[in-house]
């Protein structure tokens, strides 16, 4: 996805909200810093004729200027490192707390074409490519273009042809960097792209290592990860040949110009043209007017790589988000029906539901089996609004409204995923996610109703950690925490998706009677293999693969 400079602009501009007061203060240093610059020449002209008796004033005098600029140029050194260090990591936290935000309530579909390794590094390396380009590199492109200007017509004012003679470099700078640009481009985006491999292979072998160990493929991860970093070296070793190789040609066009400005000062310092002063101005204005060229060189690696973030993040953006506005309540309870669904994953893929229709009555019980790949976990996430049907409708309803499911409508929703889905914090943490307001009698009530009062007879007790995905936690133990997790959050629909799987016969018996037992009025959609959840429900469903 290539992005026009405009579009890039506009998108620039946008994402520089919360950046701009660190961007604005570094140029207004910049500035100062080049005027500083200036200054120090003009004094340092101003000594030396004093000196040589070509100019008229005190020795003394243009010493204390020359000092007082010095002490300025290092208290501007100093401003600036402290609005790095106190608005930096600042800038930074903004840009990546938004775009998380954005990430977290996109519409999700089941199927994510990008690795979570990939992401990250999006998250990390590119947005702090990006908040250095915005708060660093564009208030120093304005300092380096505000050094260039005022060069040029400071050495214009001394002498004309020799400042038009430096300038000349330009075109031929232009051409170069054309070139250039476009082919670090795409040696840039093929790094990036290598990069986000390597992170995506270290993040799901050190998330898998008890798997690759038990099926003893621990080498094979290992020469992957060589495999693809010998690939991003190849890439490194492309990107630094040709950006030397580019160094090295505007090297001898910077030397010549040296050359060139060294040799019409010394013809006209013969020819008594100038004086001693004058030389000197010369010699360290055109470092003025070609150092900026030559921070340029160094610029438009950092802008091509600021380039091929901003469309990888671009990429993120775009994900459409979630209208999760004006939530729908249904405070009696609530039932959900199917009508004549259809869903597929994708356009080409398998139908997993076909003119599926079933109703889910509001306070009924129900068992939903059937085999793998039926499209069971596919309908809880239809309830949940994350999947949207493709044909047909979900909609949740009572005795005065029925409405399609939504994100809208899912703050009615109690849901109970299979697998391990604890964070890393302490019981109390994963607990408050449920429920926010939730006082210790009511995270106690829910632990007893999970079949989880275990958690109140261990030390630490609701404060014991539970580290990545529930470690020091049995499945069995970080299932009912969850399940209790759920119970704390109020809905009129709990679902639970195999949510009993990893517990023994007796402990999910004494489960599903708290839950059944209850008189909350909820709606019970459970998918299960478990036989013994049948007795509990007052209706089955048993799901086919459709054809």
């Known amino acids: 996805m290539t ?26 240093i910049g500035i100062l810093s080049v005027v500083l610059d200036f200054a120090f020449i003009y004094a340092t002209k101003w000594t030396i004729d004093i000196a040589t008796n070509r100019a008229e004033g005190s020795l003394r005098m243009a010493a ?21 260090a106190l608005l930096g990591v600042r800038s930074q936290n903004i840009f990546q707390q938004r775009l998380f935000a954005h990430l977290l309530q996109s519409e999700w579909n089941g199927q994510e074409d990008r690795h979570s390794g990939d992401t990250l590094n999006r998250l990390e390396r590119d947005v702090r490519d990006i908040t250095s380009c915005i708060t660093e590199t564009f208030p120093s492109l ?54 986000s491999k390597v992170q995506s292979i270290l993040q799901e072998s050190i998330q898998h290592r008890a798997i690759l160990k038990t099926l003893e493929r621990v080498g094979t991860m290992i020469d992957k990860l060589e495999q693809t970093q010998s690939v991003l070296r190849g890439h490194v070793r492309h990107r630094a040949v040709f950006s030397s190789f580019s160094s090295t040609l505007l090297s001898i066009g910077f030397g010549t110009g040296y050359l060139v400005t060294f040799l019409w000062g010394v013809n006209s310092l013969q020819a ?39 469309e990888r993040l671009i990429e993120l953006e775009d994900m459409p988000l979630e209208d999760d506005s004006n939530p729908i309540t249904f405070r009696e309870g609530a039932g959900v029906r199917f009508t004549d669904v259809n869903f597929q994953y ?53 005795e005065n409204q029925t409405v399609n499911v939504s994100p809208r409508t899912r703050n009615n929703l109690v849901y109970v995923p299979q697998g391990n889905t604890l964070f890393s914090g302490t019981i109390r943490d994963n607990l ?18 999970a079949c989880a009062g275990f958690v109140m007879d261990r030390p630490d007790g609701l404060d014991a950690i539970c580290g990545e995905l529930g470690a020091g936690l049995s499945e069995g133990q970080a299932q009912r925490i969850a399940i209790a997790r759920a119970l704390l959050r109020k809905g009129s629909v709990l679902l639970l998706d195999e949510a ?18 209850r008189d909350v009025g909820q709606t019970i959609i459970c998918v299960t293999h478990r036989p013994a959840v049948i007795e509990y429900c007052s209706q089955v469903i048993e799901m086919k693969r459709a054809e």
């Open 272 to 310: 008594g043209t100038i004086t001693y002063g004058m030389m000197i101005s010369f010699i360290q204005l055109v470092g003025q007017i070609q150092g900026p060229f030559r921070d340029m060189t160094r610029f438009i690696p950092i802008m091509i790589s600021t380039l091929t973030a901003s």
């Open 3 to 28: 992005k026009t400079i405009r579009e890039l602009a506009i998108w620039f501009w946008r994402s520089s909200r919360g950046l701009r007061l660190q961007a604005v203060l570094n140029a207004l």
């Open 500 to 517: 009993t799987s990893a517990l023994d016969m007796h402990t999910e018996q004494q489960l599903l009677k708290n839950l059944s037992s």
């Open 432 to 449: 408050l996610l449920g429920n926010p307001d939730a006082t210790e009698e009511d995270m106690r009530e829910a632990l007893e109703t």
């Open 64 to 84: 204390y200027a020359l000092v007082a600029i010095m002490v300025s140029k290092i208290l501007l050194g100093f401003a600036r490192k402290w609005v790095g």
């Open 142 to 195: 304005l300092e380096v273009s505000f050094r260039l200007v005022g060069a040029f017509f400071y050495l214009f004012s001394m002498d004309a042809r020799l400042a038009c003679l430096i300038v000349c470099i330009v075109p031929c700078f232009l051409v170069l960097s054309k070139v250039y640009v476009r082919k670090m481009r795409t040696i840039t985006r093929d790094i990036r792209t290598t990069d």
């Open 346 to 398: 994708r356009e080409s893929g398998r139908l997993i539901l076909s003119k599926f229709s079933c109703d889910f009555p509001k306070g009924s019980t129900t068992a939903i089996l059937g085999e793998t790949g039926a499209g069971k976990t596919t309908l809880i996430r239809l309830i949940l609004a994350l999947l949207k049907p493709t044909d047909g409708s979900v909609v949740m309803y009572d």
